[in-house]
């Protein structure tokens, strides 16, 4: 099957896959992630050991037969006060195109965010990825955005946004199947805040996860995560067979580092109010800088003979 995808000026760039079993594949792929055995619990989930390879050993090999995962905000984007104010580097998207491309398409966004949100910052890009931890799955580049998640209560957001509201700097940012809850403006309401929310959530069945992420609170269903959807992501025809990268800097992005590992891959944490500064990549800037040398490993490599 050959992919489109469109580029800066109307320009169209276009790559075999190769795969000829990639659509039956996908058909199922919305029940598979749904049903996802990997349930990673962050608790359970090591970090990095000193024996795993630094960003710079990852750079020194052959690196065609890598996938790369990446988190966003926090990771390729520096953090904002809220959500709408963060900023995309100049060439940050057109470097993961070129990634995306030097990978035969192993390119894949994770985050917490809705992946339509995704597509309106790396416009006009498309990538395949998962948002709201596992809740959306996209498994084509520019294709339709499915929800695996069923959306949380309209009762429970209704009422998280009105108590929101009553808290001045906290905003509460609904998002199909989650909520996130951020108290960046006023942390000195945290504990309140968390309070308020766990009280809420013993009010309805279970099934429902309250998740800390860096001056945020999230509620998404239990059963997905972003390790789930790497887990689904990396069985599709792009991905599979090779060796997954996961870039994260929050509490989120560790069910898909241990994912990543159990596939023989690497988890790189970005550092940040979760992770610290002793990590792999110090600062999203220190990310697009790997980023933009993954890039030109790629693009240099010498391309094995046909045979
Ligand atoms: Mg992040």
Redesign the pocket.
């Known amino acids: 099957m050959r992919w489109k995808v469109a580029w800066p000026q109307g320009a169209i760039f276009s790559y075999a896959s190769g795969a000829s079993r990639a659509m039956g594949d996908r058909q199922h792929l919305e029940e598979r992630m749904a049903k996802a055995a990997t349930d990673l619990r962050m608790d359970e989930v090591r970090l990095a050991k000193s024996s795993d390879p630094t960003p710079g050993d990852l750079l020194a090999g052959d690196v065609r037969n890598y996938a790369l995962f990446l988190?966003?905000?926090?990771?390729l984007l520096d953090i904002a006060p809220t959500p709408n104010e963060v900023v995309v580097p100049a060439k940050l998207v057109e470097t993961l195109v070129r990634i995306y491309k030097g990978l035969g398409g192993a390119l894949a966004i994770l985050t917490g965010r809705q992946l339509a949100e995704i597509d309106t910052l790396m416009k006009p890009a498309m990538f395949v990825g998962s948002g709201v931890h596992g809740g959306e799955l996209r498994t084509t580049t520019g294709g339709a955005i499915a929800r695996v998640a069923t959306s949380l209560p309209a009762s429970l957001v209704e009422e998280v946004i009105r108590r929101a509201q009553k808290l001045p700097g906290i905003i509460a940012e609904p998002k199909g199947p989650g909520l996130a809850v951020h108290y960046r403006l006023a942390p000195h309401l945290k504990d309140a805040l968390e309070a308020e929310l766990r009280g809420l959530l013993t009010q309805y069945p279970e099934g429902l996860v309250l998740c800390h992420g860096?001056k945020l609170f999230e509620i998404i269903p239990a059963g997905h995560s972003k390790g789930t959807a790497l887990e689904t992501i990396l069985a599709l025809p792009e991905f599979a067979g090779r060796r997954p990268i996961m870039i994260?800097?929050?509490m989120g992005?560790i069910p898909a580092f241990a994912a990543a590992r159990h596939h023989g891959g690497v988890g790189l944490r970005v550092a940040g109010e979760q992770f610290g500064t002793d990590v792999e990549l110090e600062s999203p800037q220190r990310v697009f800088a790997w980023l933009t040398r993954f890039a030109e490993q790629l693009e240099t490599a010498p391309r094995p003979r046909s045979s």
Do not use: A, V, Y
Request: aromatic share 0%.
């Open positions: 988190d966003c905000d926090g990771t860096r994260g800097d929050d992005d």
